[in-house]
């Protein structure tokens, strides 16, 4: 088989313009950015404001495992399988992240004959949306420094500032830095740390902003550390709010690009599912669901992570639920969470699948608490069997549960089209609203103990010292009305990533609670759960190259 | 008169394919980043290589004050003044860095009716090449924290660390700090810093590169530090090269856009004339001279600065040299440089001028030492005095020097024909070859001793005891054949920025050297010049704010 990089190469993409003109856009409903993707204006959503919305998928999966399951490739492929069936289809993925790419993936955009095109731009600095976050947030770093630096007359506690400055890049060594050492001309010395940008406040704030001035809004009200009194300070009080929406202002906006077969694809906002909400933008969502009558989106990782996000937190911000929701799962997956390691997989056993659907079970029955429909997709590997197959064909069908078995990453569309019909006919079975996790009004405690116990199906949840102190400050400021950002490793139901298939009876240790008053939620870190990856020994950019033609190895 | 958003916003931009179309470029030659700005392909100079080349013009000016010479405001009008006379002109600048445009600047190109457009775009994230160059930069420093922390194969001695991270921003919290702390799984501690983007070698490497291929080799030469045993280690070691070409790839390709009167603009890469080189990419000139009869192009700062890197470093690399030069000078400045503060410019004073013109005196020697013929422009501000006019045009005039009054903010190309018609005639003056100010097999202090004394004026350079030893280092690893790039406060001709006017006697403290082997020169700090600047108390982004509308206000 082809790498991803050359069967990219080896398509035939249409110009962009193409791909605009029959979402039916006019030429200042959008702008070019090379020839092949563009950035849509927020003008296409007042234009078509009155127009309905078409059904929105959201695609998930089981647990992640070193395995891989190709969510975003089922993704992609149902998109695709979707437009052969001559239904205006529209997908709304995230932006990738450099730190994966340069580190462990390599390439983030789908694979096989379901990939995201131009793949190489997607994987790489794109549009710069995330150069543009990066910039954004940095600079208000500088600007509270140089604030406490000249004069400090808000009494910026220079121990209790939380706000961090970030890169889009794997980076350990700037977990924890100490900065402004040098002497009085290098600033005033403290602690500080760099999330990934994807991870960040200011990515969320993109992501769940309905329009320019709901952004203005949600920056200035970001809460940026204590001062020497104790009273929280904002950006409203520094005064940058508008000098931070200049910043963001192109990366509001909505970039489109097109399949390997032509589908039209959002791709907009990129933050982490495991260490963030795990959603594209709001607005890029919305704007495929005026241009498509189907819009498959993907939230991250498993339902535990990005879905539970995408229900109770982007879904309240933009006042709209999905139709139905597709679960992803590979055989060679559900028999490591059987207990198989990653040399085993070879081996047919269902012994260990029947172990590890349990993470499946888990999944299925969270999205049944949601009140949403779904279907199962199971993406095909070349060392599947059919015995394999069949039992677990079987078992969904055992459990009154829509299964359909993919092979999108070899057939593109085609592998896909059972699974669109089924997809379609799930999105007509949906009755009643949505249910939330939790309500609102809920205690910062009772939400979260509501998603460990529903959603993880842990037994317990424990709040560290410093957790139940931050609690306090989070009643007294006013901030226990708004929802929760779970951080917690994709690996396992549990805080724990070597706890695999379904745990049962296990804590969950929440050991920071911090306010995002920006991006309208609470983010509690579980586990060891850091946000800032690492780069492994030896990172996927040792394999990149480009060839004296200018063509590109390395990115798959 | 209005602001130049203002004006921006009232001017008519023509779709950069009409100016591309203009410029004889096919489809294949560029691509669009929106509807006014473009990416030029490389195969412009492959396609043209035997195609004469547009004669070249230097703009530099005196040492800045705080009163403003406008070196962008006359390159811009004097591209526009030529394309009048029906001369096609093509302007090459440099992209501007956010670290002034938020800090105090507000905006960097040009200004009144002599600038470029878009300038909201041009002055923000533009087509994302200084991102694209921190993002290398940044993950250069991550392989290598990453490589010390999974068993340091190579010995690399984090106290030998000389490859710096940097951000595009004015942060001097980051100019010293200390990274890899919290622990084991936190990375190796070790003392770091961040330069701005504008002054570090990646973007010396970008503007100096030939081509991909050459990126390529100079990154791969990168000296990064030393190991334990003290041998330099190069990015080649680390096996990087590749994937760093990968990331500055589209970075590469020279941005087109346009002037307020429609005259064709490149603007690419954007090093800092003090701490940097400070010239445009070499790929950017180089597609000028192809496309255009006149290319204007412009160096940072005060010829002592940009000018001299310009020529001593830029026309080595490119294998060409400047037709002739553009001084640049104001009465303002002049008076300053003559004592007068701020607040007593208003006040005509042809003392002040006289005492100030030793100043300009000293650039026209310089000039003169390159053996490169020059015009003066007297950039006009509506204060100006006749008396004080005609003092500084008659002083030219007993000099033998060609002056021209323009006044192209206030009338765009118009005010800046005279300019033009003298800038012409002065090209056909040129004659014999341009001499550099040193020879690349003198020692390194030989070097820079040359330029001290012969374009600074100084009376003599002294090594500190930290550059004597790094002397030795550089010579014994045979880096002492490269040229020199000094960094120097551009306040002054001397390393003392209070010391304005034309010092004499004046000693050059050299306390820093170091190599940049992949840009091929060796930086030499003198002074207290710093490599990340930092904001005012008050800085420029405290004005910036996007209207209900989108409409931008405080960029100017």
């Known amino acids: 088989m082809n790498s991803d990089i050359d069967i990219a190469y080896g398509s035939q993409m249409k110009p962009i313009s193409e791909i605009a003109?029959?979402?039916?856009l006019t030429e200042q409903d959008w702008e070019p950015y090379g020839h092949y993707k563009a950035k849509l204006s927020q003008q296409i959503l007042d234009k078509l404001a009155d127009e309905p919305n078409g059904k929105i998928i959201l695609t998930t999966s089981i647990n992640p495992t070193p395995a891989g399951e190709g969510k975003s490739t089922v993704t992609v492929g149902l998109g695709q399988a979707l437009n052969q069936l001559n239904k205006k289809a529209v997908i709304a993925l995230r932006e990738p992240s450099l730190g994966p790419t340069m580190g462990v993936k390599g390439g983030a955009a789908g694979g096989g004959y379901s990939q995201v095109l131009p793949m190489e731009d997607i994987n790489l600095h794109f549009t710069g949306d995330l150069h543009a976050i990066t910039t954004a947030n940095n600079a208000l770093s500088a600007f509270i420094d140089n604030h406490i630096h000249q004069g400090n007359e808000l009494h910026i506690d220079p121990r209790r500032v939380?706000?961090?400055?970030?890169?889009?890049?794997n980076d350990r060594s700037l977990r924890e830095v100490v900065v402004g050492l040098?002497?009085?001309?290098?600033?005033?010395?403290?602690?500080?740390?760099f999330n990934i940008t994807v991870a960040s406040e200011m990515m969320a704030?993109?992501?769940?902003?309905?329009?320019?001035?709901?952004?203005?809004e949600r920056l200035s009200r970001i809460f940026i550390g204590y001062t020497y009194e104790r009273d929280p300070v904002t950006v409203k009080q520094l005064g940058f709010e508008g000098s931070l929406t200049l910043l963001l202002k192109n990366a509001m906006k909505p970039n489109l690009v097109q399949t390997i077969e032509n589908t039209p694809a959002i791709?907009?906002?990129?933050?982490?599912a495991n260490i963030a909400h795990g959603c594209n933008s709001l607005v890029a969502t919305k704007t495929a669901a005026k241009l498509g009558d189907f819009v498959v989106t993907e939230a991250g990782f498993g339902a535990d992570l990005g879905a539970e996000k995408f229900l109770n937190i982007k879904t309240r911000a933009g006042g709209f639920e999905p139709d139905t929701v597709v679960i992803v799962?590979?055989?060679?997956?559900?028999k490591m969470h059987g207990g198989l390691n990653k040399n085993q997989l070879h081996e047919e056993s269902v012994d260990a699948l029947e172990r590890g659907i349990s993470n499946l079970k888990k999944h299925m029955e969270t999205i049944v608490q949601f009140n949403l429909p779904f279907v199962i997709a199971i993406n095909q590997f070349p060392l599947d069997t059919e015995k394999e197959l069949k039992f677990l064909t079987n078992w969904c069908a055992s459990q009154g549960a829509e299964v359909s078995i993919v092979e999108v990453f070899a057939k593109g569309g085609k592998g896909g089209i059972d699974l669109a019909k089924k997809v379609i006919k799930s999105c007509a079975t949906k009755t009643g609203?949505?249910?939330y996790t939790y309500e609102l009004e809920n205690s910062i405690e009772e939400k979260i103990v509501k998603i460990a116990t529903n959603v993880y199906g842990a037994g317990r949840v424990e709040f560290t010292s410093t957790a139940k102190k931050q609690l306090m400050l989070l009643n007294k400021h006013g901030h226990d009305q708004l929802p929760i950002c779970m951080a917690k490793t994709q690996y396992s139901l549990s805080d724990d990533p070597t706890l695999i298939g379904r745990p049962h009876g296990f804590t969950i240790t929440v050991r920071q609670l911090t306010a995002s008053v920006g991006a309208e939620f609470i983010v509690a870190l579980t586990g060891d759960v850091m946000t800032m990856p690492g780069l492994p020994k030896k990172p996927a950019a040792l394999n990149m190259d480009v060839k004296e033609d200018g063509r590109i190895t390395g990115l798959f």
């Open 182 to 193: 040098g002497g009085a001309s290098k600033g005033v010395p403290r602690q500080d740390g």
């Open 267 to 272: 791709i907009h906002g990129g933050p982490f």
């Open 162 to 169: 939380e706000w961090k400055r970030v890169l889009d890049l």
């Open 433 to 435: 609203y949505m249910k």
């Open 21 to 24: 003109k029959d979402l039916l």
């Open 329 to 334: 799962a590979t055989i060679r997956a559900l």
């Open 205 to 216: 704030i993109l992501c769940l902003a309905n329009d320019l001035q709901d952004l203005k």
